[in-house]
């Protein structure tokens, strides 16, 4: 591949998602890191040691009209996005950025209206769905291997550091993976109840939700951010369907299954992520970032609609709001209500 | 100098909590590597064993053992630098420049004393524009927790290697290897999930430093391939040490360590999570890579 082939990168923001972003770009042999904006000087003086021949701008607006670029990350805080995200698209570019959508439904909403006639591609950073755990457990319940999903129970615990200063922006993303991944092993939700002491944001402890699908299925989430031991975002998700039950965790799922079906024999079936395939040619931090950022790049070469849209990040962000405004009103919200 | 490196090291990632079977087992090792008896026993039973190789990063439970630890002196340490997972988790907030500002403000004044360095102009040198004395200025920061114990070899983090790999920029290796031998006067080493890819560019550069990657028999974390990987290992001359060789605990070591005993690999590292896992892995291994 030439060059003048390659999906030419602008990064916005240098923290850990901004410097991934880069770092998995530049390992792509289909595109190349051109040029990132950074939000101070002491930021500039500290990785240009490192990035000697990477120009940095302090300005988004100067780094647009300076280098040549068909494609940006967006990896600032959530609150910052739609600026950004406005800015950028009068450019005409590829757009990517880091979850959630926006800040709000109102932002995430104006996000998905500054999407243009499907010239541009416009995609959102979850990546529960990209690992192998994950699409397994999809194939699973979308192959009939069970039949007929009744219900699940999901959780996700996460012990925040004591130390933690932005809380509400670290429970909203990890809240917004969460919900990402519900919705598309279990479809969109239709209304949900939510309780908790506060709003998703800065409730202290974590949420209990119900979680009622358009398909029927029904669903149990207990998240918790206060749980000691969890360092890591934890998922564990238990589907109860009318042929056997399906355990999903981040490592392993375990099947059981009532009567043999296919290839899975009667009783328990155990496979843990290392038993299947991992596409990727390069690891850093940890699997499906990289599946994530290649798979954005691949729809920006071919200018197809990438696998995860500003749609579905404008989806969750109704989740969201309908959560908060289920924990404040005390009572079940359809999604069709937050509009 | 340069000191040979052990065939058979002793690894640290189930102290610091770090477990690559499940989140139960992190949890685990959390809890249980939380007291640090538990840390000083099995440094014990391995050092019994013969293994004098100790692999670890500046994690406050590993130190606080290794402090109680009678041995310590004829104890050969690798320190793995930085403590990546610290920094991951704190830059989530802090960004990666407000992590390292951080961490470099935390050093209590003994140790900047130890580090017998005007320890404020170090924190503002952090941002310099100049790379030796960036990376002179975190290295010592990070060493400065190992001063009291015999260090022969500095590994860089798995995850920096490959950030490092990533920039394209030879002259971080460079200036990385060269502090490390002329400052320290140890072996300076790279840890990378991503062989494939680091041995062809070193190899380009022409910068030769032992290499520490994953060979297992499942290909667990063997980036491009294990296929790959096995083909550059079979004809590297470099020295290449060998770690997650148990496929993060998916494997006995009755599994495991035929694997490698073919192979190109000059060392080993072996985790443990238990006292009772030390003595059947690391006696394993020794009848099977020291006999």
Redesign the interface.
């Known amino acids: 591949m030439s060059t003048l082939d390659k999906i030419r990168v602008g990064i916005i923001g240098a923290g850990k998602r901004g410097i991934m972003h880069a770092s998995l770009v530049n390992m792509n042999p289909r595109a190349e890191w051109k040029a990132i904006c950074v939000s101070n000087e002491q930021s500039h003086a500290f990785l240009h040691n490192f990035y000697p021949d990477i120009p940095f701008f302090l300005d988004i607006g100067e780094m647009l009209e300076t280098v040549i670029l068909d494609t940006i990350f967006i990896c600032t805080p959530d609150n910052t996005h739609l600026s950004m995200a406005t800015e950028v698209n009068k450019k005409g570019m590829n757009i990517f950025v880091e979850k959630p959508l926006a800040e709000s439904l109102v932002s995430s909403k104006k996000m998905v209206d500054l999407i243009s006639s499907g010239k541009n591609v416009y995609s959102i950073g979850y990546y529960s769905s990209f690992k192998g755990i994950f699409q397994k457990a999809k194939a699973l319940l979308n192959n009939d291997i069970f039949n007929r999903t009744k219900r699940y129970r999901a959780s996700l615990y996460y012990t925040l550091p004591q130390s933690s200063r932005s809380i509400d922006t670290i429970i909203r993303e990890r809240a917004s993976s969460f919900f990402y991944l519900v919705k598309w092993l279990f479809g969109p939700v239709k209304n949900l109840y939510a309780k908790a002491s506060d709003r998703i944001g800065s409730a202290k402890s974590g949420v209990s939700l119900i979680l009622d699908h358009p398909s029927g299925v029904m669903g149990l989430a207990d998240l918790s951010w206060s749980r000691p031991g969890y360092p890591l975002s934890t998922v564990k998700i238990t589907v109860e369907a009318t042929e056997g039950t399906l355990e999903i965790s981040d490592d392993t799922l375990k099947i059981y299954l009532y009567k043999k079906k296919g290839k899975f024999e009667r009783g328990w079936t155990i496979i843990d992520r290392t038993d299947l395939p991992s596409p990727s040619r390069f690891f850093l931090c940890e699997e499906g970032y990289y599946e994530g950022n290649s798979t954005f790049i691949d729809s920006c070469s071919n200018k197809k609609k990438s696998p995860i849209t500003w749609e579905d990040g404008l989806e969750i962000a109704r989740m969201l709001e309908a959560a908060d405004l289920s924990i404040d009103s005390n009572r079940v919200v359809f999604l069709s209500e937050v509009q | 100098m340069m000191e040979k490196i052990d065939r058979i090291i002793l690894g640290s990632n189930a102290f610091e ?1 770090v477990g690559y ?3 139960a087992q ?2 685990h090792y ?2 249980f590597f939380s007291k640090k008896e538990n840390i000083t026993a099995i440094l014990e039973a391995s050092f019994n064993l013969g293994i004098k190789s100790f692999m670890c990063s500046n994690n406050s439970n590993i130190l606080s053992a290794l402090k109680d630890f009678k041995n310590k002196s004829d104890l050969s340490i690798l320190a793995v630098i930085p403590n990546a ?1 610290e920094y ?6 802090k ?3 407000g992590t ?1 500002l951080s961490k470099a403000k935390e050093i209590d004044l003994y140790r900047k004393v130890r580090m017998g360095l005007r320890a404020i102009q170090k924190i503002q040198g ?6 030796i004395t ?1 990376l002179t200025n975190l290295l010592d920061f990070e060493m400065a927790s190992f001063h009291p114990y015999n260090v022969t070899g500095i590994i860089l983090h798995g ?1 920096v290697t ?8 030879r ?2 290796f460079d200036v990385y290897q060269k502090i490390v031998r002329e400052r320290y006067k140890v072996q300076p080493m790279l840890a990378t ?2 062989f ?2 680091l041995l062809p560019k070193l190899m380009e550069w022409k910068i030769k430093m032992p290499i520490m990657a994953s060979f297992n028999k ?4 063997m ?3 294990k296929e790959e990987c096995e083909r550059l290992l079979a004809e590297s001359d470099y020295t290449i040490i060998a770690k997650k060789v148990l ?2 605990g ?1 494997l006995t070591p009755e599994e495991a360590l035929p694997y490698l005993s073919d192979k190109n690999i000059g060392s080993l590292v072996l985790g443990v999570g238990s006292l009772s896992e030390a003595y059947h892995t690391l006696s394993l291994a020794k009848s099977t890579f020291l006999t």
């Open positions: 909590g079977l499940s989140r992190t949890r959390l809890e997972y991951a988790r704190e830059s989530t907030e960004g990666v420049l390292i952090i941002i310099s524009k100049d790379l960036l995850q490959d950030l490092a790999l990533s920039s394209n920029n002259e971080i999930h991503n494939g890819s499942k290909g667990f974390i980036k491009p391939s496929a993060g998916r």
